[in-house]
């Protein structure tokens, strides 16, 4: 799931496994679907 940030009156939607940041929605949606982050809780 993508979140959504505001910095500056600029929308950002962050990946929430690795925390990247995407100017496109479809881009960070694609990516998270992609990323290999894991959640650091699993692997500690
Ligand atoms: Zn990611």
């Known amino acids: 799931m993508v979140a959504v940030t505001e910095r500056e009156e600029v929308r950002w939607y962050e990946c929430e496994k690795c925390g990247l940041l995407f100017d496109v ?7 998270e679907a ?3 982050a894991e959640e650091p809780s699993y692997i500690q």
């Open 25 to 31: 929605k479809e881009d960070a949606e694609q990516h």
């Open 34 to 36: 992609n990323c290999d």
